[in-house]
Nanobody, 123 residues
Framework: QVQLVESGGGLVQPGGSLRLSCAAS????????MGWYRQAPGKQRELVAA???????NYADSVKGRFTISRDNAKNTVYLQMNFLKPEDTAVYYC?????????????????WGQGTQVTVSS
């Protein structure tokens, strides 16, 4: 199974910055899409940003111009640079990835989630 491990969350003041990282490990043949989602208390999980293997990006309107997603294909890692953070950005941030893995004697598709990392924006 492909595992995703996030890091970089924490407490930051409004207007501050944080950088999240998510590293994938396992019998990975190729990772297609990678993305970041978030879930605030009492709300549904929502897409924050996504990036294809070729580097095409997609952002939620609420974070455009403030957040930047990037990835290092050689390291199977995706990043989320978050600038000008607002209190409404407070949530648990989850990493997601899908691709192809080496299963038992065959290639199989995978779609995995990380365990989540808390981001709190507060003064």
């Amino acid at each position: 199974q492909v595992q995703l491990v996030e890091s970089g969350g924490g407490l930051v003041q409004p207007g501050g910055s944080l950088r999240l990282s998510c590293a994938a490990s396992g019998s990975i043949i190729s990772i297609y899409g990678m993305g970041w989602y978030r879930q605030a208390p009492g709300k549904q999980r929502e897409l924050v940003a996504a990036i294809t293997r070729g580097g095409t990006t997609n952002y939620a309107d609420s974070v455009k111009g403030r957040f930047t997603i990037s990835r290092d294909n050689a390291k199977n890692t995706v990043y989320l640079q978050m600038n000008f953070l607002k209190p409404e950005d407070t949530a648990v941030y989850y990493c997601n990835a899908d691709g192809l893995q080496l299963g038992y004697q065959a290639y199989t598709n995978f779609a995995s989630w990380g365990q989540g990392t808390q981001v709190t924006v507060s003064s």
